[in-house]
């Protein structure tokens, strides 16, 4: 399907960044997918946007065709490619930035550190984390539930996983989260990436340092000392990993669990269900990714001239799988706009599909259930200040909330080794 001479096929005014789509995605989404599932927007350059669930998964599962590398010069600020649309000004992440056969030799390195086995080994430091975070404010009967808990425990999980000082926690989870929710055209967003690369920096420290010494049980540590396809890995390419890993597996966790707490809040009848058939949970955690999608949107990078679902898509033309949107079709869900704990068929794409699918996924869903855990047991009972409570004012990349302030009753402490 060609449009008039020099345009693209089926356009439409559509921005994913814009404010417009933070307060209206579903309804913008299911008038897309209805009328035109692979449509054109001429912003950011232009771009393709898929949101049908055929669609979404058939630019994904087809990583020759639609590519992810992404190339950048750190002198200039520049390059092309990647995953996010618009192109975000940082080094690449590994492996999800790179294309078959890179991708195979660097997913395979990092493979059995995110298996399920693997990831049940980090359960209790999760929890002693949940713990003592909420050690800190329980007495108080107030906090801000995203920059107190439901941000710092992902980021100290993934500080122990990399193998990074837990003192700098707060260092650290601070910069990522901001980074996720300041517009890139904002004048503070250069100030916020800083706060970024200095966690970068923190890597190629630990990783030099890490080289020697023995090795320990952590991934800068198992970088420094293992190889892959025969060969060192490389400090560019650590610090690419780490940008995966860490960029990938903090805020998004901190979405859910938030959207999570936020929705229980505000329906009562399915908290009480949760916290008195704690079996459920498992489920209500699928269904909640599948609702509110953490990772809203990712792109693609057209490889070479071709025909995919009805439009004729350039070589180098980009694509956004609107991962939301596939989530909420109704020809594979049945009533998607409606939370079902109870759904019997749940295949959402919230961890993506195809080889790129998030890594972090087992990592993901235990740090869920710790926290949800421990706010079930400790603070029940929550009131959220919805008039100092500010959603992600873009939800391109990851939809989320910037704070969200709540009051409870205060509690005691509890034993836990760790004091923050």
């Known amino acids: 399907m060609e449009g008039p001479a020099g345009t693209k096929a089926c356009p439409i005014d559509f921005d994913h960044e814009s404010a417009a789509h933070a307060q209206a995605w579903p309804e913008e989404f299911a008038q897309m997918r209805e009328s035109c599932p692979v449509a054109w927007t001429g912003h950011h350059g232009g771009y393709w946007v898929a949101t049908s669930y055929e669609a979404v998964v058939g630019v994904a599962r087809d990583a020759k065709l639609f590519s992810s590398e992404k190339t950048f010069d750190a002198a200039t600020g520049t390059g092309t490619g990647g995953i996010t649309i618009p192109f975000t000004p940082i080094p690449r992440g590994l492996p999800v930035e790179a294309d078959r056969p890179e991708w195979d030799s660097l997913r395979g390195l990092i493979n059995r550190k995110f298996a399920p086995k693997a990831v049940e080994t980090f359960r209790a430091n999760a929890r002693q984390f949940a713990t003592a975070l909420l050690n800190r404010v329980i007495e108080s009967g107030e906090m801000d539930l995203v920059n107190d808990f439901t941000g710092p425990v992902p980021a100290m999980v993934t500080m122990e996983l990399m193998g990074l000082p837990l003192k700098e926690w707060r260092q650290f989870a601070d910069p990522l989260h901001t980074m996720v929710f300041t517009p890139k055209e904002a004048p503070e967003y250069p100030q916020v990436i800083a706060g970024v690369e200095w966690i970068f920096q923190r890597c190629a420290q630990e990783f030099v340092r890490y080289q020697q010494e023995p090795e320990q049980d952590n991934l800068l540590s198992y970088f420094a000392h293992n190889e892959t396809n025969g060969r ?165 990349t990851i939809n989320g909330w910037e704070t969200m302030p709540i009051r409870f009753a205060s509690g005691p402490q509890v034993a836990c080794d760790l004091h923050l």
């Open 232 to 396: 060192k890995v490389t400090l560019d390419e650590v610090l690419s990993l780490s940008n995966n890993i860490i960029i990938g597996g903090v805020d998004t966790t901190t979405a859910l669990t938030a959207h999570a707490l936020a929705y229980l809040h505000d329906h009562p009848e399915a908290k009480r269900e949760l916290m008195e058939d704690r079996s459920l949970l498992p489920f209500a955690r699928e269904e909640f990714l599948r609702y509110f999608t953490p990772i809203h949107c990712l792109a693609r990078n057209v490889s070479e001239d071709t025909r995919f679902k009805g439009v004729e898509m350039e070589h180098r033309d980009r694509v956004l799988l609107a991962w939301a949107a596939a989530n909420r079709d109704p020809e594979v869900f049945p009533e998607p706009d409606k939370i079902d704990f109870h759904r019997t068929s749940n295949r959402h794409v919230a961890f993506g599909s195809g080889i790129h699918r998030c890594i972090g996924s087992s990592f993901a869903r235990m740090m869920f259930e710790e926290m949800m855990t421990q706010i079930f047991e400790r603070i029940p009972e929550f009131e959220i200040d919805y008039t100092e409570a500010r959603r992600y004012r873009s939800v391109g």
